[in-house]
């Protein structure tokens, strides 16, 4: 993609990411869900374009299972 377009930006969107905790314990069989884990990635090792978007309900980043409230980096 940077060959193509140097200054172009992938923005991969998780929306409702709270959501995914009850989704994937109720799926046959019980699944887990990879949001927390991905809030708790070294987000500077992505490649400079790469960008992630997390949405959640404010009430909810205690099913999320983080310690403080995930950084807001735009």
Known sequence: ME?????ALL???VDAADN???AAAAASPPERS???DLLKATL???????RFLISSRP???ASLDL???P???L
């Open 3 to 7: 060959q193509i377009e140097p200054k």
């Open 11 to 13: 923005v991969i969107i």
């Open 20 to 22: 995914s905790i009850p």
């Open 34 to 36: 990879v949001v927390p």
């Open 44 to 50: 500077s090792d992505l490649p400079q374009h790469g």
């Open 59 to 61: 009430g909810a980043h």
């Open 67 to 69: 310690a403080t409230p």
């Open 71 to 73: 950084p807001s980096r």
